[in-house]
């Protein structure tokens, strides 16, 4: 059986954000697949580190991802238009960078990038 290369995002649950976000992933880091950890405004509450049990769960199927699929790369994503998370771009940014920290302090030995989305589905690695 031929190995197949995995990386994850964790994104909102917008179908929007879907499809743009796995493309951008797979061809900038050359994998087959991406694993999607969805939750309605994830970058809230990986910022505010104050909803311990979404945080939890997020966390654990993040480590499935990286455990059970080797994935290497985890991507943390923001989009305009969140119904999850409505506030405006530049706190979206600076929630997003908080996340990226977050998960880097998971101990997982992976790359963590932070994408944002914006309205015409154009994913760009936020600053």
């Known amino acids: 059986m031929e190995y197949k290369k995995f990386a994850t995002a964790i994104n909102c649950i917008d179908g929007r ?3 743009p976000v796995a493309e951008l992933i797979k061809r900038e ?3 087959d697949y991406v694993d999607m950890v969805t939750e309605s405004g ?4 990986l910022a505010e580190q104050m ?20 994935s290497r790369t985890v991507a943390v994503v923001a989009h305009f238009d969140c119904a999850g998370n409505p506030v405006g771009k530049d706190t979206q940014l600076k ?5 990226v920290r977050a998960v ?11 994408l944002w989305v914006d309205e015409d589905e ?5 600053a």
Do not use: C, M, Y
């Open 42 to 45: 994830p970058i809230k509450i």
């Open 104 to 114: 880097e302090k998971w101990g997982l030995n992976v790359k963590v990038i932070g």
């Open 17 to 19: 954000t879907q499809f």
């Open 29 to 31: 880091f050359a994998v």
């Open 51 to 70: 909803d311990i049990k979404s945080i939890a769960s997020i966390k654990k199927r993040v480590g499935v991802s990286v455990n059970q699929h080797l």
């Open 95 to 99: 929630q997003l960078e908080a996340a």
């Open 122 to 126: 154009k994913v760009t690695p936020s």
